[in-house]
């Protein structure tokens, strides 16, 4: 992040209470080839507050200061030793990944010192910002006056669309910023899973080497419903680096577990998971890639287990010619494109539900021109075709459930059987598929006419009074029902 802002022409300061840490920013700064001398100059590192501060001009104000700190008491125990040094006028942009009650609690105290306190989700890493010199995707909560303030400074540091338009929006007031981040997470860890089930089948199931798997990755990535997306390009660079003195793939020395939810370093698609289920949005394709990362953590429990099952749970290599390779191939294409998409709908509907539910008035629209450029979750076609959705709405209206737009569900109508066929390819390969098997189950139960949540229903009413509608009384709204049966007296 400092080196975006030097080489746009600021004066850096640099403070962290950790030496170590600091010393590491420094030396990553120092080798980065993409700023010159001049502006490492331009960048002062402090391990001392007073004199980090006094560097910002004593008793010069407003100052902008931005945390780049992790989620829980950082920024609290920031705050406590800053406190006395800071001065009516300043702006703090809070730029981690921080749980959206936190970041609100911390508007409130700072404003009585008459600071503006800014939630900023930031949909890039420093590394990315840094190789790729492409910018940060930045989403804005707060105060709109102070956000107004520092947003001509932010767009200079903004990664830019195809247009020229700077990827950096306000979301609303308090919260918003950090919470439209919660749910980008979420959607990254949707996707994530969707294209580790992916490699599964091309590397385990088609028995692909690695190579060819990055190739594949890379031809859908230059052009079609998958091109310019991030994470199918990280993906196909991930499948080639080799040791250096032997012949094997690094990939494959890297342990199959993920310990970032376990560990709670990670707390972004925890919330996103559980506030799906707080504000009754449908996440499968989410949530089930997320509780298959939690189940990956503990890999020794998993090996009792796996030797317990003797085999049954471990995908299988098949034999299959070329041309019913190519078949699956690309089923498989538009099988990871349609749970892209399932996974940006129930990330934007959830934003929609906390959007109505807080008052903050979220423009989907806005969150799109964040997430296009400079993101991690970047996918040219599927942002279009967001694009031409809310297009058809005025900047006023807010889309509330995203599957019953057009443009939506003809996308999932035109992949939805390619999607079946490549669930039922990885369960007669014992492929792990959970994300894209939900997201197969998502789309048959969102449109389902007849659910056997009848049969639910009615089983609620005899354990509890739970009442019923009846299904000649229309399409059925989310309310109790008016009926009740008295279900024991006829058993």
């Given at each position: 992040?400092?080196?975006?802002?030097?080489?746009?022409g600021?004066?850096?300061?640099?403070?962290?209470?950790s030496?170590?840490?600091?010393?590491?920013?420094?030396s990553?700064?120092?080798?980065?080839?993409?700023?010159?001398?001049?502006?490492?100059n331009?960048?002062k590192?402090?391990?001392?507050?007073?004199?980090?501060?006094?560097?910002?001009?004593?008793?010069?104000?407003?100052?902008?200061?931005?945390?780049?700190?992790?989620?829980?008491s950082?920024?609290?125990?920031a705050?406590?030793?800053?406190?006395?040094?800071?001065?009516?006028?300043?702006?703090?942009?809070?730029?981690?990944n921080?749980?959206y009650?936190?970041?609100?609690?911390?508007?409130?105290?700072m404003?009585?010192?008459?600071?503006?306190?800014?939630?900023?989700?930031?949909g890039?890493?420093?590394s990315?910002?840094?190789?790729?010199?492409?910018?940060m995707?930045?989403?804005?909560g707060?105060?709109?006056?102070?956000?107004?303030?520092?947003?001509?400074?932010?767009?200079?540091?903004a990664?830019?669309?195809?247009?020229?338009?700077?990827?950096?929006?306000?979301m609303?007031p308090?919260?918003?910023?950090?919470?439209?981040?919660?749910?980008?997470?979420?959607?990254?860890?949707?996707?994530?899973?969707?294209?580790?089930?992916?490699?599964?089948m091309?590397?385990?199931?088609?028995?692909?080497p690695?190579?060819?798997?990055?190739?594949?990755?890379?031809?859908?990535?230059k052009?079609g419903?998958?091109?310019?997306?991030?994470?199918?390009?990280?993906?196909?660079q991930?499948?080639?680096?080799?040791?250096?003195?032997?012949?094997f793939?690094?990939?494959?020395?890297?342990?199959?577990?993920?310990?970032?939810d376990?560990?709670?370093?990670?707390?972004?698609g925890?919330?996103?998971?559980?506030?799906a289920?707080?504000?009754?949005?449908?996440?499968?394709?989410?949530?089930?890639?997320?509780?298959?990362?939690?189940a990956?953590?503990d890999r020794?429990?998993?090996?009792?287990?796996?030797?317990?099952?003797d085999?049954?749970?471990?995908?299988?290599?098949?034999?299959?010619?070329?041309?019913?390779?190519q078949?699956?191939l690309?089923?498989?294409?538009d099988?990871?494109?349609?749970?892209?998409?399932?996974?940006?709908?129930?990330?934007?509907?959830?934003?929609?539900?906390a959007?109505?539910?807080?008052?903050?008035?979220?423009?989907?629209?806005?969150?799109i021109?964040?997430?296009?450029?400079?993101?991690?979750i970047?996918?040219?076609?599927i942002?279009?075709?967001?694009?031409r959705t809310?297009?058809?709405?005025?900047k006023h209206?807010?889309?509330?459930?995203?599957?019953?737009?057009?443009p939506?569900?003809?996308?999932?109508?035109?992949?939805?059987?390619?999607?079946?066929?490549t669930?039922?390819?990885?369960?007669?390969?014992?492929g792990?598929?959970?994300?894209?098997?939900?997201?197969?189950?998502y789309?048959?139960?969102?449109?389902?006419?007849?659910l056997?949540?009848?049969f639910?229903?009615a089983?609620l009413d005899?354990?509890?009074n739970?009442?019923?509608d009846?299904?000649?009384?229309?399409?059925?709204?989310?309310?109790?029902?008016?009926?009740?049966?008295?279900w024991?007296?006829?058993?």
């Amino acid at each position: 992040m400092a080196i975006l802002f030097a080489k746009v022409g600021y004066t850096i300061s640099l403070w962290d209470i950790s030496k170590p840490s600091l010393d590491s920013s420094q030396s990553h700064i120092n080798s980065s080839k993409h700023i010159s001398s001049s502006q490492k100059n331009e960048i002062k590192y402090f391990d001392d507050l007073v004199d980090f501060m006094f560097s910002l001009g004593q008793g010069s104000h407003p100052r902008l200061f931005i945390f780049s700190l992790p989620h829980g008491s950082a920024a609290d125990d920031a705050l406590q030793k800053m406190h006395n040094l800071l001065g009516r006028g300043d702006v703090i942009i809070d730029s981690g990944n921080e749980w959206y009650l936190a970041t609100e609690r911390r508007m409130k105290y700072m404003s009585l010192m008459g600071i503006s306190y800014i939630g900023m989700g930031v949909g890039s890493t420093v590394s990315t910002a840094d190789k790729d010199c492409e910018g940060m995707s930045m989403m804005l909560g707060g105060d709109p006056d102070a956000v107004k303030r520092v947003l001509p400074t932010l767009e200079k540091v903004a990664a830019k669309d195809d247009r020229g338009v700077p990827c950096v929006r306000f979301m609303g007031p308090r919260g918003a910023g950090h919470y439209v981040k919660m749910a980008h997470d979420g959607v990254q860890q949707g996707m994530m899973g969707v294209l580790n089930e992916a490699w599964e089948m091309m590397f385990k199931s088609l028995h692909m080497p690695l190579e060819e798997v990055s190739q594949v990755f890379d031809s859908w990535v230059k052009t079609g419903k998958l091109r310019n997306n991030y994470l199918l390009y990280t993906g196909s660079q991930i499948c080639l680096p080799k040791q250096k003195d032997s012949n094997f793939h690094i990939l494959n020395e890297v342990q199959d577990k993920v310990t970032q939810d376990a560990t709670g370093s990670d707390g972004t698609g925890t919330w996103s998971v559980s506030e799906a289920s707080n504000r009754q949005i449908s996440f499968p394709t989410i949530a089930s890639a997320h509780f298959y990362r939690v189940a990956s953590a503990d890999r020794a429990q998993r090996l009792i287990f796996a030797e317990a099952m003797d085999g049954l749970t471990q995908a299988k290599k098949q034999r299959l010619t070329p041309t019913e390779k190519q078949e699956v191939l690309k089923d498989l294409h538009d099988a990871i494109y349609v749970g892209f998409v399932a996974a940006y709908v129930q990330g934007l509907n959830l934003i929609a539900k906390a959007s109505k539910d807080e008052g903050w008035n979220i423009h989907l629209s806005d969150v799109i021109q964040v997430w296009k450029k400079g993101a991690v979750i970047r996918s040219d076609h599927i942002t279009s075709l967001l694009e031409r959705t809310f297009a058809a709405h005025p900047k006023h209206e807010n889309v509330i459930n995203l599957l019953l737009e057009e443009p939506i569900f003809n996308e999932i109508a035109d992949t939805f059987l390619p999607l079946k066929r490549t669930v039922q390819r990885a369960l007669q390969w014992d492929g792990h598929f959970p994300a894209m098997s939900a997201t197969l189950e998502y789309f048959k139960y969102c449109g389902g006419k007849h659910l056997p949540t009848q049969f639910m229903e009615a089983q609620l009413d005899y354990l509890g009074n739970a009442n019923y509608d009846l299904k000649c009384e229309g399409a059925g709204e989310v309310r109790k029902g008016a009926h009740h049966y008295e279900w024991k007296a006829q058993a």
